[in-house]
């Protein structure tokens, strides 16, 4: 089928299809018509030959029309008909969607695709448990290389060679053999995929077909047998990579031959069309390499220089390698290497394996197989090697190196006669660990998985072989890697038997290997058993263990054991034994069932026995001799050691042990371990002795040695302390105390100084209850007799003292006695002891146990109180201050008592009045609280002594005497004199005499005593009797308004400021009114009276007139005026000169001026005294009747065409100019306004309500020149003007105001001499000062360069701006200088002056120079004349310059710019001759220097201004 993602083929490839292409056609055209199909044969014609032969075969009209079609509907053309393939159908239809009327037949022909055998490898390898299935493809070439040796006499040597060195070509892996090799029609059938050993045709020719003859039975299956299906090698090379090339000669051929494969060329053939399975073999001589052109094959020129000499062999190179392969080959090659050497251990080292404790390496027993790895990289990597018999890690040479005994059997399988051999290998654990190998794999495999869940379960941890199967399953003598089985009945922990006691974990130290041959079905990659578990266990097979290579009851055999490895099993195929007919014959031995888990399991006890070792002695202490050991040679050397450790236990010294299987079962505690033999440290043994100290000693006091393995490890530590204490109860456990007078004392008994203990009657008992006086019979029988010892020790602060000791022997009446104790006295801590002694030795333990004791804790405290005494109390006392008296209690023994209850005391002294408050108790005293003693004393600095009694009725001794002094007391009250009433003339002070009191009346004086008299409306006066208690206070004078003349009363206050708890002391006092001035009256013309602080209105600038006042003293009478009395007469409004006394001893005074202003209002004020006497007022003018119209403007300037800013406000006003607010609302319409210039259409008038006057509003100016203008405001018959001064407008234009003489020329870099002066000017031509604005002068066009002083400019106060041209530089031509300003970004036009600028004759502007330009310049001669013009401006040739001015400039180097280094040689010009140009600069006979190279020469004119530089030459 076409497919669009193909190239299109080539001219030649069409050729050749159209030669070989058959087409068939059905004609569809006509419906009811059989319908056959024609087959063409279009040859080499195109498509439109095609269609002539297509006219004439089925007759079509010349104009009839059809088309062509595929069965698909695909209308051909010229270039789908070019890509029709081979055997195609087509219809001839109508139209591309005519139906068919009948059915028709279309030919195909199907071939598997390529990707079947390429793709192969990847499907059969998928599945790779975790592990990189790479060994595995490179195991079945090893298969075929084994197959192919399996008939040589000599060495089998298979070679596998990595070839990753990219010098030598691109990567590449080669198998080489030395086996019998293939002809070219075995090669062909390599090819072949799924063609198997059994239907293979390995000759051209029938008659020398031999067929396919099973091997005969070997030992483990060795038979070289696994080259089977056909499939495995196909499988492998394209896993590996994408190209094989098979290099293979038989033996007796003189031919080599070579067949590739590729995956390039599957496509290749697929894309052309052709047959894809079809290739060719190549046949040539041995050596001959000169097919091989391609570079990255250059490393197989090398590998078939190695066939000469070679009798046979075969090569697989593979290449195209995957690169993940190459990094697993070269990061992982001890791993992949292991792997192989695991698979093929038995091929490798024979049916025994490899034991690496076996120092025979005897040939003639090994195998002739070997397996040589290589692996080559680029340089300086070093080649690596690897020989599969140096492999010393393989799981096979692991479990067969650590298995310490070994266990075979056969099992028969009774359905097909096959036979398996098996071994198991036990691996003890030794020491403190498992001899199990561990396979990483196995251990990754299992972390990879994630099923912990198991792995803390019992019987599960620690376990040597895991979850790990027993048995490594091996085909044929190789490895089938992903199948392995778990276990069998009888070597189950779960399932076995109670002939022999095996521990649980030893069903875990032992792995096994199964040997089968080809009756067990492998699948075709040989990862897996199809069915041998399944067949292992089936019912009827017969298990048999073997011995010394034999089965019990046989007298021969012929099948024998096998080795070990493990994985998991996968897929299967059909048993090709049955295909064939062909059937390996079980061995003649007759199988016979024996019991052969009896067999087991007495192999594994017998492991367990004599191989494991888990006893660890541990804490090495010495070698010893014992004597106690009857033979006298195993009596020296025993090791003691401190610890040991077995079965994960750790058993120490002094740890509690229980024997077993001893008579008498012995309980103690371990003394130390014995271990026969001269060991010096840490240990493993079987098994050792174990010395016990015997539990209680106390009892036995003696040790046993027993066998470690007597310890009984089930038992616990508390069911053997139990059995300790069993004993421990016969022993004397406590002693029991009894009373026999009664009031016995307890535990921390407190009792009365004197109170007698006792009498006790002591008792010892042991656990159970009975009463001992002498020790249980130990182990010799032996009679010890106990006493008790009696002590009272009393404990002091800083020691103790032992008071009384005595010892009690048993009596057989009394027991243990002792009297009473009555000497008990001393106040304290006691403790009374009772101990348990040994009559002769007095010792308190026995057998390492402290025997009973007792012991008695008490306290004597004070008896009943009987008296007292008087406790510290301070000699000087105060009346009425509360004092303590303390008493101290006393019992019979003067120790302090606690006081009796309900104690009343007494207090008597004579010409003093005694109390308390209350009595406090406090332990043993007794506290009278809060005394108090009341009475008259001689003074605050005397003091009287008396006796003071205290009685406590109830007491022996009930009275004691105290002397106390008393003083006078605390102040209580204050005292004042005189009493009430008191008068006093107002103005006048006031004296009072207090005193301070105590509670009974004595004065007293204390610190900080002070006075302090309040007298109503007055400042405090205090006074200081801290000294003498008694003081006179004088207050200051009194001064009152007295109102109307009325006496007023006022109150005193006493107190003591620091004594808040002393009541006050009040006191009335009656001031009478005075007769001083107390009050003034102003008044007007004897009507008007004026009121102080009074606010008079008053026309302003009027005045107030005839002000007279009168005085009156506080009886409210009026006081005559004197000149005494009227110069203390003030008036703010005159200064004292200016006002007439006279007129004030009359009572007149000055008249008042009041202001013009309205907002003006005044203060004014009449005093007598410096203001102790006052009356005040104000007086608010108020404005007059109006006089004129007033405008007020914001500003007086305003631009021309602009508004006025702000209003104008117009009020009527006084002839002050006070706002008389007399205008209405109606009056805008009677208002004008007048000026020139005004434009009237903006203005308008507006009433203001809140200021009764009228807003102007719109003023603006629209021509005229700027000046003062007058505006005339007029309403009615008010006239109003103001001056408002009018300045230019908005800046609009620039004006040219002087500038140079025209038509303007000037000569080029040549200034103008007269100044631009530009004007700033409003649109109506008035000159504008506005300083904002900036004027830039510019040329145009800007090829002109004009230099000015200043290219913009703000313009100056007038609005002028100034531009002085000093050059302008330029071609000749005609320019303009443009003017042009800005204001607030805003351009402003402003005028332009035309410009003509002429070329200047006198000004140079270049240096011609003229030499011979054939000229040579040999070194050391001369340089042509040069000849030097000065060029002015217009062209011509200037001649006024100075010679000097001319300079040649000379230096070594390329040209170096405008300017010459300044390394340059400076030659002067030479005098002209006379046929010579004038107007030229000549430098003759200048020596060329004498270096040779390139020089550079330049030409220089010096002017006042500059310097001019030629080209450089």
């Known amino acids: 089928m076409f497919n669009s993602g193909v190239q299109r083929p080539s001219a030649s490839s069409l050729q050749e299809r159209r030669v070989c292409r058959r087409i068939c056609v059905y004609d569809c055209r006509f419906a009811n018509k059989e319908i056959t199909g024609k087959w063409l044969e279009p040859s080499r014609l195109d498509f439109n030959g095609f269609l002539r032969i297509l006219q004439q075969k089925f007759k079509i009209h010349p104009h009839e029309t059809y088309v062509l079609a595929t069965t ?284 690496l404790r076996s120092s025979s390496m005897n040939s003639d027993y090994l195998p002739k197989i070997d397996i040589q790895i290589t692996l080559r990289e680029k340089p300086p990597r070093c080649p690596r090697a690897m020989n599969l018999k140096e492999v010393d890690d393989d799981m096979q040479t692991l479990y067969i190196s650590n298995a310490a005994e070994t266990f075979e059997f056969n099992a028969s399988i009774e359905q097909d006669g096959g036979t398996v051999e098996g071994v198991i290998r036990y691996h003890p654990f030794l020491y403190d660990k498992e001899t199990y190998p561990k396979d990483p794999y196995a251990v990754q495999a299992s972390s990879d998985n994630g099923d912990d869940d198991n792995d803390n379960e019992p019987g599960v941890l620690h376990e040597a072989r895991g979850k790990r199967s027993i048995f490594d399953c091996f085909w044929n003598g190789r490895l089938i890697p992903y199948t392995t089985v778990s276990e069998f009945e009888w070597c189950s922990w779960k399932t076995r038997i109670k002939v022999a006691e095996v521990p649980e974990e030893c069903y875990s130290r032992f792995s096994g290997v199964l040997f089968t041959d080809d009756r067990f079905q492998v699948s075709t990659n040989k990862l897996t058993f199809r069915d041998l578990e399944l067949k292992l266990k089936n019912k009827n097979t017969i298990f048999t263990c073997v011995v010394n290579g034999q089965c019990p ?271 008990l006295t001393n106040l304290g801590k006691y403790t009374l002891s009772l101990n348990t002694v040994i009559n002769e030795s007095n010792a308190t333990v026995f057998g390492g146990r402290k025997l009973p004791s007792y012991e008695l804790k008490f306290t004597i405290k004070e008896g009943s109180a009987e008296s007292f005494v008087i406790d510290a109390v301070s000699s000087t006392l105060r009346v009425g201050v509360p004092f303590d008296i303390p008493l101290l209690i006393k019992d019979g023994y003067d120790h302090s008592a606690m006081p009796p209850p309900n104690l009343t005391p007494v207090l008597k002294c004579s010409g003093l009045d005694l109390s308390y408050e209350k009595v406090e108790i406090n332990g043993t005293t007794f506290t009278i609280r809060s005394v108090k003693a009341r009475g008259k004393v001689l003074n605050y600095q005397q003091s009287k002594t008396y006796d003071l009694k205290v009685t406590l009725p109830g007491l022996k001794t009930d009275t004691q005497t105290l002397k106390i002094s008393l003083l006078p007391g605390h102040p209580h009250s204050i005292h004042v004199t005189p009493d009430n009433p008191l008068t006093v003339e107002n103005g006048n002070p006031v004296k009072f005499n207090v005193e301070i009191h105590d509670e009974a009346g004595n004065i007293t004086a204390h610190p900080k005593q002070t006075i302090r008299c309040q007298v109503q409306g007055l400042a405090p006066v205090s006074t200081d009797c801290s000294s003498t208690g008694a003081v006179q206070l004088v207050t200051k004078p009194i001064n009152l308004k007295i109102i109307k003349g009325e006496p007023q009363k006022l109150k005193v206050q006493f107190e003591m400021p620091s004594q808040k708890n002393i009541a006050l002391v009040m006191r009335e006092l009656k001031v009478l009114p005075s007769t001083r001035v107390s009050s003034m009256v102003l008044c007007s013309d004897e009507k008007l009276v004026l009121r102080n602080n009074e606010k008079i209105e008053w026309l302003a600038g009027g005045l107030l007139e005839n002000l007279f006042y009168k005085l009156y003293d506080e009886a409210g009478r009026e006081v005559s005026l004197t000149a005494e009395i009227a110069s203390s007469i003030k008036v703010n409004w005159r200064t004292t000169e200016d006002v007439n006394l006279e007129d004030l001893v009359q009572g007149k005074l000055p008249d008042v001026q009041v202001p013009t202003q309205v907002h003006e209002e005044r203060f004014y004020q009449v005093s007598y005294q410096d203001q102790s006497v006052s009356v005040s007022f104000n007086i608010v003018p108020r404005p007059d009747e109006p006089t004129r119209l007033k405008a007020t403007l914001p500003q007086n300037t305003v631009k021309l065409g602009e508004t006025l800013p702000g209003n104008i406000n117009l009020e ?275 020596e060329i220097p004498e270096h040779v190279g390139k020089h550079t020469i330049q030409f220089s004119l010096c002017t006042s201004k500059k310097v001019l530089f030629s080209n450089q030459v």
């Not at 103008?1312 to 000062?1329: A, Y």
């Open 1212 to 1486: 009527l006003v006084d002839q002050y100019d006070n706002v008389t607010k007399t205008l209405t609302s109606t009056c805008v319409n009677h208002m004008t306004v007048e000026a020139e210039g005004l434009d009237k259409s903006t203005i308008a008038f507006l009433w203001q309500e809140s200021s009764s006057s009228v807003l102007v509003t719109g003023i603006r100016f629209q021509s005229g020149t700027p000046g003062s203008r007058e505006m005339c405001f007029t309403y009615t018959s008010y006239v109003e003007r103001v001056i408002i001064k009018v300045t230019a407008g908005v800046p609009a234009q620039l004006k040219l105001v002087s500038e140079p003489e025209k038509p303007l020329q000037v000569l080029n870099d040549r200034g103008i001499t007269t100044p631009f002066i530009i004007q700033l000017c409003d649109k109506w031509g008035n000159p504008s000062p506005d300083q904002r604005v900036v004027v830039e002068l510019t040329s145009s066009p800007p090829t002109l360069k004009v230099t000015t002083a200043v290219i913009s400019q703000p313009v100056n106060a007038e609005g002028k701006a100034s531009f002085t041209v000093n050059s302008v530089s330029g071609p000749k031509g005609y320019y303009q200088l443009e003017f042009k300003g800005s204001f607030n970004k805003k351009p402003i036009p402003g005028p332009s002056v035309n410009l003509t600028v002429i070329p200047d004759p006198n000004k140079p502007v270049s240096l011609s120079v003229e030499y011979d330009t054939n000229a040579k310049f040999p070194a050391g001669g001369k340089f042509p004349v040069f000849s030097v013009t000065v060029v002015s401006d217009v062209g011509s040739p200037i001649k006024t310059f100075n010679p000097a001015a001319v300079s040649m400039l000379l230096w070594k180097g390329v040209p170096s710019g405008k300017t010459p280094p300044q390394t340059a040689i400076e030659l002067k010009c030479s005098k002209p001759m006379e046929n010579e140009k004038k107007h030229c600069f000549h430098f003759r006979d200048k």
């Open 72 to 355: 698909d509907r695909t209308v051909l053309d010229f270039d789908k008909f070019e890509e029709l393939p081979n055997s195609s159908t087509i219809y001839l239809l109508q139209h591309e969607n005519q139906a068919l009327s009948v059915s028709t037949q279309e030919h195909i022909k199907f071939t598997p695709h390529y990707d079947t055998l390429i793709q192969s490898g990847i499907y059969e390898y998928y599945a790779s448990e975790g592990q990189n299935p790479l060994p595995y493809a490179l195991a079945e070439l090893i298969d075929n290389a084994l197959s192919a040796t399996a008939k040589n006499t000599g060495m089998r040597t298979i070679e596998i060679r990595m070839l990753f060195d990219e010098t030598l070509g691109k990567p590449a892996v080669i198998v080489l053999d030395n086996g019998c090799g293939m002809t070219s029609k075995q090669l062909k059938n390599w090819a072949v995929y799924r063609l198997s050993k059994f239907n293979r045709e390995d000759s051209t020719f029938a008659s020398k077909q031999d067929g396919y003859v099973r091997p005969k039975p070997v030992r483990r299956s060795l038979n070289s047998d696994i080259s089977y299906f056909g499939v495995g090698g196909k499988q492998a090379v394209f896993y590996i990579g994408d190209s094989t090339r098979m290099i293979s000669k038989s033996v007796g051929s003189p031919d080599v031959h070579e067949l590739v494969l590729s995956q390039e060329g599957f496509e290749r053939r697929e894309r052309n069309q052709e047959d894809v399975y079809s290739e060719i073999i190549t046949n040539r001589k041995p050596g001959d390499s000169s097919h091989v052109n391609k570079d990255d094959e250059h490393f197989l020129h090398a590998l078939i220089a190695e066939e000469f000499g070679k009798e046979s062999f075969t090569a697989v190179v593979i290449t195209g390698v995957l690169p993940e392969h190459i990094t697993f080959l070269k990061q992982d090659f001890e791993v992949w290497t292991r792997q192989l050497a695991h698979i093929y251990h038995y091929y490798i080292h024979g049916v025994s394996g490899n034991d």
């Open 553 to 823: 009851q046989e007298k021969s055999s012929e099948v024998t054991s096998l080795p070990d490895q493990v994985s998991k099993s996968v897929t299967g195929r059909k048993d090709q034994s049955k295909t064939t007919g062909l059937q390996l014959h079980p061995s003649p031995i007759k199988k016979q069932r024996s019991n052969i888990q009896k067999e087991f399991t007495q192999w594994l006890k017998n492991c367990h026995e004599k191989w494991d070792k888990k006893v660890k002695f541990l804490g090495y202490k010495e070698t010893i001799t014992r004597t106690d050991v009857p033979t006298k040679k195993m009596q020296q050397p025993w090791a003691t050691f401190s610890s040991i450790e077995w079965d994960g236990k750790i058993y120490r010294k002094g740890q509690l042990v229980k024997s077993q299987k001893t008579v008498p079962i012995l309980y103690g505690s371990v003394v130390r371990f014995l271990l026969y033999g001269d060991y010096k440290g840490d240990v493993f043994a079987s098994g050792g002795q174990v010395e016990v100290a015997l539990e209680p000693k106390a009892l036995y006091n003696k040790t046993k040695t027993i066998a470690i393995s007597k310890i009984d490890k089930t038992t616990t530590d508390e069911a053997i302390k139990k059995n300790i204490d069993n004993d421990s109860e016969k022993l004397p456990e406590k002693l029991k105390v009894d009373w026999p007078d009664g009031n016995p004392w307890p535990q921390n008994a407190v009792r009365p100084a004197g109170t007698p203990l006792g009498s006790l009657k002591i008792e010892i008992v042991n656990k159970k209850g009975e009463s001992l006086s002498r020790m249980p019979a130990g182990e010799k029988g032996t009679v010890i007799k106990l006493n008790i010892e009696l002590t009272v020790v009393q404990h002091g602060p800083k020691e103790d003292q032992q008071l009384i000791t005595c010892v009690a022997q048993h009596s057989a009446k009394w027991g243990f006695w002792f009297k009473k104790i009555e000497t």
